[in-house]
């Protein structure tokens, strides 16, 4: 299953995807772009069929003045014009909105999206898309390497995805078809790891009862993925040596050899260079899998896909992701924070968002990134998190209860949340409230109430 290095693969490149401030509007049919504008200097916009409108979409689901649009400061004030087939934005019908650059809107059988004017072009390769050019140079390698039969070696920090970066790869190859099979070399157990790796044959140890294959034999025809690579213990790194420049592994307990047909990706977040200097890990295995290296930068180096990110972290959540809005100050944050834990703590941070849709818009203190305390260099891990965590639960009650008019029940219905804990909240962090009463039903007619 060879194939020739300069074989290429394919890169979806969206040339208009822009870093310049100044934002456009294009219209498109059936994948194809059929109107643009742009929206500098302009004060209103309107959208329709008609030839009057100023971005004109001649077909037949498009009312004749469908949408009016207003540019503002980086966002466009969007306005149905109480039309028929309505304007969808996210998965709900909207009569007003709010939107940024990357805004779909579906108008009728048409899309009117928002984008930024200018430079840099949107890249995809497999699930990843991004705008970084730190992220492009990596594309172009990979769109080299992905389909060879080359060892490729993802280095990066935990949460950037190596694992969707290798399925990317194989994906991209010519054993797309055939198995992935991953092996987390940081959670194999010591007295296992030679198991897991190459298999073994019944009664070759104790709890043995059967013939078992290993990774190796398991991805035949297909490709290995070694997670974590530089966490495998220093004893099987010879044994894992031999293996890929023989293309054969002996089950343990077994005498004889089984050939296989692989090929093998790896990732690590550590340096590796220095884990040989400091004798942790084997040279000749490093070069072995370093045919081609490739580092995926970490958030905090590429703040300019944080919009590509969230939204498609929100359409992967389906209707509840359509839900969410995002306050301006929550936008700010999600830019100054240095995301430690990368595209995975960013994901979680969207997730938490998620889970108070009906609250209102969210903003940084919600979902733990509001700024640290000035004493916070001072306190220990306890004392920091108890005065996070106190910090969080007093501003979550009372955004609760200011947008249920103080109404203890209903905030705490609304919440998921048991009316006595929401009491005790109120009571832990002195926050005066006042419980109002719920509305009475109206009385049916005849029923002499």
């Known amino acids: 299953m060879s194939s020739d290095i300069t074989t290429t693969a394919e890169l979806d490149v969206d040339e208009t995807a822009a870093t310049a401030p100044s934002l456009v509007a294009t219209a498109w049919l059936e994948g194809r772009e059929v109107a643009r504008m742009s929206l500098d200097g302009v004060a209103r916009v309107v959208v329709g069929r008609s030839s009057e409108c100023d971005l004109v979409i001649a077909h037949v689901t498009v009312s004749h003045r469908h949408l009016e649009m207003e540019p503002g400061s980086g ?55 991004s705008v970084s050019p730190a992220m492009r140079a990596m ?40 198995p992935f099979v991953v092996v987390d070399c940081g959670a194999l157990h010591k007295e296992l790891a030679g198991s897991e790796l190459f298999g073994h044959v019944k009664g070759a140890f104790t709890g043995a009862d059967r013939d078992q294959p290993g990774a190796f034999e398991q991805a035949d025809r297909g490709t290995l993925f070694l997670d974590e690579i530089g966490e495998l213990p220093l004893d099987l790194q010879p044994l894992l040596l031999r293996a890929l420049e023989q293309r ?58 944080l919009p590509e990110l969230v939204q ?37 941070a969207i997730e938490r ?73 109120i009571r832990r962090h002195q926050i005066p409230v006042r419980e109002q009463a719920e509305p009475e039903p109206e009385p049916e007619p005849g029923s002499g109430s």
Do not use: C
């Not at 709900?92 to 909105?97: D, K, L, M, N, Q």
């Not at 260079?273 to 490093?286: H, P, Q, S």
């Not at 700010?332 to 990368?342: I, K, Q, S, T, V």
């Open 248 to 305: 054969q592994s002996r089950r343990i307990g077994d005498r004889s050899y089984r050939s296989f047909d692989l090929r093998v990706l790896a990732a690590t977040n550590r340096d590796l260079e220095e884990e040989v200097t400091a004798g942790r890990f084997r040279l000749d295995l490093l070069y072995r899998l370093a045919v081609v290296k490739v580092r995926i930068p970490p958030l905090r180096e590429r703040k300019e896909d």
């Open 353 to 425: 968002a998620v889970l108070r849709t009906n609250l209102g818009p969210v903003a940084p203190e919600h979902i733990g990134l509001a700024q640290a305390s000035p004493q916070a260099e001072t306190l220990d891990y306890r004392a920091a998190r108890a005065q996070a965590l106190d910090a969080f639960e007093r501003s979550f009650v009372l955004h609760l209860l200011k947008a249920r008019d103080n109404n203890v029940s209903r905030a705490a219905r609304d919440a998921g949340i048991d009316r006595g804990y929401l009491y005790r909240l």
């Open 75 to 129: 966002a466009v004030k969007v306005r149905d014009l109480s039309t028929r087939n309505g304007t969808t934005y996210r998965g709900a019908r909207i009569s007003e909105a709010q939107v940024g650059p990357g805004a779909v809107l579906h108008v009728g059988a048409a899309e009117v999206r928002i984008e930024l004017a200018g430079a840099a072009p949107r890249i995809t390769f497999g699930s990843f898309t």
């Open 139 to 178: 594309f172009d390698e990979l769109g080299v390497a992905a389909p060879s039969e080359s060892t490729i070696l993802i280095a990066g920090e935990t949460g950037v995805g190596k694992e969707l970066l290798a399925k990317a790869v194989h994906q991209a190859s010519a054993r797309a078809s055939a």
């Open 312 to 348: 498609a972290i929100l359409d992967g959540m389906g209707q509840r992701g359509q839900q969410v809005e995002l306050s301006p100050d929550l936008w700010g944050a999600l830019r100054e924070h240095d995301w430690p834990g990368n595209v995975r703590e960013l994901r979680n």
